[in-house]
């Protein structure tokens, strides 16, 4: 080791002290700071410094009409109800693309990936039209069982739960694959049944990663245009989202008016942001992880 570290130049590690592949810790903390700095928090403060341009009246007219409260209820319903879908379906399309060899695996797992390649818009127009009156899917919907999709919430729900899928199935997998299967079988061994066993042993070990998944893909779907807005049929009081209305802001400049929506929806994906990674934290602590 001694020969390595001379033939290296660098110098050995005081006894004791944590050996770090990587030196200049406090150089880059500095780095990251900056970057985080330069990315993220610029961008966000000019949000909140042009909505402190309105008077408190003035902003809480702009965040409280009518109209842009029923956007925020669709957006947010609407997200919550794609994200919660994509919990229970994204968990079982990665236990089976872990727990389980069959045909054409490995297309099934890149084909997760597709709504993060594809672009926003091209899947709208795609969704749209498969679920229109005249699509493939929409003609059966809406023909046969009387089901409207195209231009209605029920079109945001899936366009929601379209995008979201690929942050529960890879938050949920390396997990599934990290588990430890002896815990299983000594459970089926003592006696245990299958669902006495997932939810005892699998789904603790789980929980924390769904909750992950679930918190990624509300918080992307709440932010979620493209896909949504030839869908949606952008109709005020009934199909319009949070986004577009606040393109429709800036569209007629009032710039000061779309900030402060965006301050709304920002306050509310971080306050659901940090309830997720408490409940993360609890459930840490309940399954005696660190």
């Known amino acids: 080791m001694s020969a390595v570290l001379a033939a290296s130049g660098a110098a050995p590690a005081a006894k004791g002290a944590p050996y770090r592949v990587m030196p200049g810790f406090r150089l880059s903390l500095g780095f990251t700071i900056f970057y985080l700095t330069l990315i993220v928090l610029i961008p966000l403060s000019a949000v909140f410094l042009k909505t402190f341009t309105l008077t408190w009246d003035a902003f809480w007219a702009a965040v409280t009409s009518a109209r842009v409260i029923a956007s925020y209820k669709l957006t947010f319903g609407a997200s919550l109800i794609g994200a919660s879908i994509n919990v229970v379906f994204g968990g079982i399309v990665a236990w ?88 299983e079988e000594a459970a089926a061994s003592l006696g245990a049944n299958a669902f006495q066993t997932f939810s005892r042993v699998v789904f603790p070990t789980i929980l924390p990663s769904l909750m992950t998944g679930f918190a990624l893909a509300f918080a992307r779907a709440t932010g979620e245009y493209g896909s949504v807005i030839f869908i949606a049929g952008n109709m005020p009081m009934v199909s319009e989202i949070t986004p577009l209305f606040i393109i429709t802001k800036l569209e007629q400049y009032d710039y000061a008016g779309a900030t402060a929506i965006a301050v709304v929806m920002l306050v509310a994906s971080f306050l659901m942001l940090l309830s997720i990674n408490l409940l993360q934290a609890w459930a840490r602590g309940k399954s005696g992880k660190k």
């Open 96 to 183: 089976v693309l872990v727990r389980y060899e069959f045909p054409g695996k490995r297309i099934v797992d890149a084909l997760v990936d597709l709504p993060f390649a594809l672009p926003t818009a091209v899947a709208g127009i795609t969704l749209t039209a498969l679920y229109s009156a005249n699509g493939w899917f929409g003609r059966f919907l809406e023909g046969t069982l009387g089901i409207k999709v195209a231009f209605t919430p029920l079109g945001i729900v899936i366009a929601l739960t379209f995008i979201g899928l690929p942050f529960v199935v890879r938050t949920v997998q390396p997990v599934l694959e990290d588990a430890e299967r002896e815990l």
